[in-house]
């Protein structure tokens, strides 16, 4: 067999059969599933959860994950961060012609590795291959569906003052890993990425009688941009307390030499939870041991647009500053 | 570790306790309620003391006490609307991959309509983000066949590293870099501030990163000749409070002189290998700041050893002058702003057609551009 | 302007050609992050010392024993 993709391998004749007989097997744990145009599945009762998701990073590769391992954890998070327990994902494959064979076979390694972890099956997918530099190597897209296991929605309207805010664990691993993959930074210790399942955390959570009104896991646009969503979504103010906030070794010193800000970093394994106030102690208990910890609060607007502020260790305030999507160092 | 960069780590400063930031900090502001008579108004003339300002909270701290107005030193605001035009074209040249620093890239032309770098990328412009000068010669050693060319934006504290690329690639023998260079002076900035008829600003804090390079000299004869006090500040929340509790002291005595509160950085002499390497690659002239119009001895060009290094004539740009820093936007007044004249809050664009991600000038555009960090202001403390 | 801060010298090392001074460069660690800084404006910056970096150059040495003086 060739060492790399061909457009071939897309065209759905016996070199796509091969492909996915020889390399893609493994991400399923039925081989019938591999045969048939959809997946029939068995589900429990209950209401479901349903996500969907794209992965495009790059480098495809980086300290602590890749963009397989990101595409089925990520999805499956989702899932968790409604209170759904993941069930099933499929996944669809953009291969750009020209991708190496050695590093496919890594990805599928990650993915079926992944899946185990998060307790999730592969039932379902889809392969095509596009010319070569219209696809930078690999583009992922997931869907999953999950079993609602709690008995209260969490949707951001039942967030109300009072409530509090925890964090599962430290900020920017993820976002700070792939800053140092894509511009050579040398950290020492070096920093990888914190890429994993947050189900177990939130069925922790759930069964603490923790009562969560929100759970939103940290990725693009880092928890800053969680917690304006959040705001908006609630019509209230969010107040983080600064000093408390836990930055991963590394982060703050690589922000302040780029000038960047830390709360915009992504994070792949990190969620918020707004709990109400009298479940604070319990949600602590259960997410402490991972290095979560409470980090704010949730009040009243104090004017017609709703804000997230930042109460700094001198005392004062301060918005949280405006995050457009673009990361971008500067000198001044 | 928990978040908490107040003071710069390692060494341990003999003046900064490293116990509880916040007890430093309001004994400080304790002295200053202490001293004053009155309220007074600073300039913070760097976009970094802006930055640590707004991320401290410090005005909030400092209210009823002192009133911190931004100045105009920050290469967003003051670089020349031309400057950008020509930035934009050469980005959409083929075979040019421009080369610039994160801040610059959301700034917008003259014309409306013009779009920014950003915009240029996405239509297949080469635009390339980078943290330092030394990125672009590495470009320019590994793509003979492309014309690298940095957007070399900023004043004293950036102005070596450019010489130093400069004075390299004139070594190399490159002939593949140029800069577009739009590079300023802060104290000439200063003393056209100073000397406005309308001048509200009673003291300035000087930046500390340009007076680590060019020391001292300068800035005692800005104080001296407009007879107004002048302090060096570092940018850690402590280092900035202790600047304007100097400059209060100083206001309070009325005595307007220099006074260095950096000194742990901050030399008399400055730097004087960085002093010798920019007289080497640059000489002074007459130029235009982006809001205050053209200040005298206010910009560096280059020597002409050095002129073939320069983008504007390699690509036939045209030089620009004092006329080039006129706003297309007629709403826009940044001019008033930057000159600490204009309350960012007192436009009647400011945070409804003016927004950082509407900007009608350069001041919204970027988190230290003097309007943009108003609007970061807790809306509890107006 | 001026976004710098400061890091430690941990090495010195020059080019094996050209001028040595236009390219002595340092790699200096930032609480972790480990860059190399050029000193070609520092030409007395010693191992250990502490410099204050701005866009990749080391301006100034930090002197942590100096004592605060009020106007």
Same mark, same amino acid.
């Given at each position: 067999?060739?060492?790399?993709?061909?457009?071939?391998?897309?065209?759905?004749?016996?070199?796509?059969?091969?492909?996915?007989?020889?390399?893609?097997?493994?991400?399923?744990?039925?081989?019938?599933?591999?045969?048939?145009?959809?997946?029939?599945?068995?589900?429990?009762?209950?209401?479901?959860?349903?996500?969907?998701?794209?992965?495009?990073?790059?480098?495809?590769?980086?300290?602590?994950?890749?963009?397989?391992?990101?595409?089925?954890?990520? &999805?499956?998070?989702?899932?968790?961060?409604?209170?759904?327990?993941?069930?099933?994902?499929? !996944?669809?494959?953009?291969?750009?012609?020209?991708?190496?064979?050695?590093?496919?076979?890594?990805? !599928?390694?990650?993915?079926?590795?992944?899946?185990?972890?998060?307790?999730?099956?592969?039932?379902?997918?889809? &392969?095509?291959?596009?010319?070569?530099?219209?696809?930078?190597?690999?583009?992922?897209?997931?869907?999953?569906?999950?079993?609602?296991?709690?008995?209260?929605?969490? &949707?951001?309207?039942?967030?109300?003052?009072?409530?509090?805010?925890?964090?599962?664990?430290?900020?920017?691993?993820?976002?700070?890993?792939?800053?140092?993959?894509?511009?050579?930074?040398?950290?020492?210790?070096?920093?990888?990425?914190?890429?994993?399942?947050?189900?177990?955390?939130?069925?922790?959570?759930?069964?603490?009688?923790?009562?969560?009104?929100?759970?939103?896991?940290?990725?693009?646009?880092?928890?800053?941009?969680?917690?304006?969503?959040?705001?908006?979504?609630?019509?209230?103010?969010?107040?983080?307390?600064?000093?408390?906030?836990?930055?991963?070794?590394?982060?703050?010193?690589?922000?302040?030499?780029?000038?960047?800000?830390?709360?915009?970093?992504?994070?792949?394994?990190?969620?918020?939870? !707004?709990?109400?106030?009298?479940?604070?102690?319990?949600?602590?208990?259960?997410?402490?041991?991972?290095?979560?910890?409470?980090?704010?609060?949730?009040?009243?607007?104090?004017?017609?647009?709703?804000?997230?502020?930042?109460? &700094?260790?001198?005392?004062?305030?301060?918005?949280?500053?405006?995050?457009?999507?673009?990361?971008?160092?500067?000198?001044? | 570790?928990?978040?908490?960069?107040?003071?710069?780590?390692?060494?341990?400063?003999?003046?900064?306790?490293?116990?509880?930031?916040?007890?430093?900090?309001?004994?400080?502001?304790?002295?200053?309620?202490?001293?004053?008579?009155?309220?007074?108004?600073?300039?913070?003339?760097?976009?970094?003391?802006?930055?640590?300002?707004?991320?401290?909270?410090?005005?909030?701290?400092?209210?009823?006490?002192?009133?911190?107005?931004?100045?105009?030193?920050?290469?967003?605001?003051?670089?020349?609307?031309?400057?950008?035009?020509?930035?934009?074209?050469?980005?959409?040249?083929?075979?040019?991959?421009?080369?610039?620093?994160?801040?610059?890239?959301?700034?917008?032309?003259?014309?409306?309509?013009?779009?920014?770098?950003?915009?240029?990328?996405?239509?297949?412009?080469?635009? =390339?983000?980078?943290?330092?000068?030394?990125?672009?010669?590495?470009?320019?050693?590994?793509?003979?066949? =492309?014309?690298?060319?940095?957007?070399?934006?900023?004043?004293?504290?950036?102005?070596?590293?450019?010489?130093?690329?400069?004075?390299?690639?004139?070594?190399?023998?490159?002939?593949?870099?140029?800069?577009?260079?739009?590079?300023?002076?802060?104290?000439?900035?200063?003393?056209?501030?100073?000397?406005?008829?309308?001048?509200?600003?009673?003291?300035?804090?000087?930046?500390?990163?340009?007076?680590?390079?060019?020391?001292?000299?300068?800035?005692?004869?800005?104080?001296?000749?407009?007879?107004?006090?002048?302090?060096?500040?570092?940018?850690?929340?402590?280092?900035?409070?202790?600047?304007?509790?100097?400059?209060?002291?100083?206001?309070?005595?009325?005595?307007? =002189?220099?006074?260095?509160?950096?000194?742990?950085?901050?030399?008399?002499?400055?730097?004087?290998?960085?002093?010798?390497?920019?007289?080497?690659?640059?000489?002074?002239?007459?130029?235009?700041?982006?809001?205050?119009?053209?200040?005298?001895?206010?910009?560096?060009?280059?020597?002409?050893?050095?002129?073939?290094?320069?983008?504007?004539?390699?690509?036939?740009?045209?030089?620009?002058?004092?006329?080039?820093?006129?706003?297309?936007?007629?709403?826009?007044?940044?001019?008033?702003? $930057?000159?600490?004249? $204009?309350?960012?809050?007192?436009?009647?664009?400011?945070?409804?057609?003016?927004?950082?991600?509407?900007?009608?000038?350069?001041?919204?555009?970027?988190?230290?551009?003097?309007?943009?960090?108003?609007?970061?202001?807790?809306?509890?403390?107006? | 302007?001026?976004? +710098?801060?400061?890091?430690?010298?941990?090495?010195?090392?020059?080019? +094996?050609?050209?001028?040595?001074?236009?390219?002595?460069?340092?790699?200096?660690?930032?609480?972790?992050?480990?860059?190399?800084?050029?000193?070609?404006?520092?030409?007395? +910056?010693?191992?250990?010392?502490?410099?204050?970096?701005?866009?990749?150059?080391?301006?100034?040495?930090?002197?942590?024993?100096?004592?605060?003086?009020?106007?």
């Amino acid at each position: 067999m060739a060492e790399h993709i061909l457009l071939g391998h897309g065209g759905g004749g016996s070199l796509m059969q091969e492909l996915i007989a020889t390399e893609l097997a493994p991400l399923y744990c039925d081989p019938v599933q591999l045969g048939l145009d959809a997946a029939i599945l068995a589900l429990p009762h209950g209401r479901l959860a349903f996500s969907s998701d794209a992965s495009v990073v790059q480098p495809l590769e980086f300290a602590g994950g890749d963009i397989g391992k990101l595409a089925v954890i990520g &999805t499956a998070n989702d899932l968790a961060m409604v209170g759904a327990r993941p069930l099933h994902l499929s !996944v669809s494959l953009i291969l750009e012609e020209g991708l190496p064979l050695a590093l496919l076979r890594r990805l !599928v390694r990650s993915m079926a590795a992944a899946a185990i972890d998060t307790g999730v099956t592969i039932v379902a997918g889809d &392969t095509k291959v596009v010319e070569r530099g219209k696809a930078d190597g690999v583009f992922i897209s997931t869907s999953g569906i999950g079993l609602l296991d709690s008995p209260n929605p969490i &949707t951001p309207q039942a967030i109300s003052p009072g409530d509090q805010l925890l964090l599962s664990g430290d900020l920017g691993r993820h976002g700070l890993a792939i800053l140092a993959a894509r511009h050579g930074l040398d950290l020492q210790p070096s920093v990888a990425s914190d890429c994993a399942p947050l189900w177990p955390q939130v069925q922790a959570l759930l069964a603490a009688g923790a009562e969560p009104h929100g759970l939103r896991d940290l990725t693009r646009g880092g928890l800053g941009s969680v917690l304006v969503e959040l705001a908006e979504a609630s019509g209230c103010d969010l107040v983080l307390d600064e000093p408390a906030l836990p930055l991963a070794p590394g982060v703050a010193a690589s922000c302040e030499l780029l000038g960047l800000e830390p709360l915009h970093l992504a994070n792949e394994g990190r969620f918020v939870a !707004v709990v109400p106030c009298d479940r604070r102690a319990a949600a602590e208990a259960v997410l402490a041991p991972g290095g979560g910890r409470w980090v704010g609060a949730v009040q009243a607007a104090a004017s017609p647009q709703p804000q997230v502020r930042l109460r &700094t260790a001198l005392g004062s305030e301060r918005l949280l500053p405006p995050f457009s999507g673009d990361m971008l160092p500067r000198i001044c | 570790m928990t978040w908490c960069v107040m003071t710069r780590e390692a060494p341990a400063r003999p003046f900064m306790p490293q116990a509880s930031p916040g007890k430093a900090v309001a004994a400080v502001v304790a002295d200053l309620q202490a001293i004053r008579t009155r309220r007074w108004t600073l300039m913070g003339v760097c976009g970094g003391q802006t930055h640590s300002i707004v991320r401290w909270g410090l005005d909030q701290l400092l209210a009823g006490a002192v009133e911190l107005v931004h100045g105009p030193g920050c290469p967003v605001c003051m670089t020349p609307a031309h400057t950008i035009d020509q930035a934009l074209a050469l980005a959409m040249h083929r075979g040019v991959v421009l080369c610039s620093f994160g801040d610059m890239l959301k700034v917008p032309g003259s014309h409306r309509g013009s779009g920014d770098l950003l915009q240029v990328r996405a239509t297949g412009g080469d635009v =390339r983000v980078i943290t330092r000068p030394s990125q672009a010669l590495e470009l320019a050693r590994a793509h003979p066949e =492309r014309q690298v060319v940095l957007l070399a934006v900023g004043f004293e504290t950036t102005a070596p590293a450019i010489a130093l690329l400069a004075e390299q690639v004139r070594v190399l023998g490159l002939s593949n870099l140029s800069l577009l260079l739009a590079q300023a002076r802060v104290v000439p900035a200063m003393a056209a501030i100073a000397a406005a008829p309308e001048r509200r600003v009673q003291g300035f804090l000087a930046a500390g990163h340009v007076a680590a390079v060019m020391g001292q000299g300068e800035l005692e004869q800005l104080a001296l000749q407009r007879q107004i006090p002048v302090v060096i500040t570092g940018f850690a929340p402590l280092e900035l409070l202790q600047g304007v509790l100097a400059c209060v002291r100083l206001l309070e005595a009325g005595t307007p =002189r220099l006074h260095n509160a950096y000194a742990q950085v901050v030399r008399q002499r400055g730097n004087p290998a960085a002093q010798a390497l920019l007289r080497q690659v640059f000489s002074v002239a007459d130029g235009p700041w982006r809001g205050l119009g053209t200040v005298a001895a206010g910009v560096l060009q280059l020597r002409p050893s050095y002129r073939h290094l320069d983008a504007r004539l390699r690509f036939g740009l045209g030089a620009g002058g004092a006329g080039a820093c006129g706003e297309a936007e007629p709403r826009c007044r940044a001019d008033q702003v $930057l000159q600490g004249v $204009l309350r960012p809050t007192a436009c009647p664009s400011f945070g409804v057609a003016c927004t950082p991600h509407h900007p009608l000038g350069a001041p919204m555009v970027s988190a230290e551009g003097a309007c943009a960090a108003y609007l970061q202001r807790s809306s509890r403390h107006g | 302007m001026c976004l +710098a801060v400061c890091g430690r010298i941990l090495s010195i090392s020059t080019a +094996a050609a050209g001028d040595p001074a236009l390219w002595r460069c340092a790699e200096v660690d930032f609480d972790g992050l480990r860059q190399t800084v050029s000193l070609a404006c520092l030409p007395q +910056a010693r191992i250990g010392d502490q410099v204050l970096v701005h866009v990749g150059l080391a301006l100034s040495v930090v002197r942590d024993d100096v004592v605060r003086d009020d106007p």
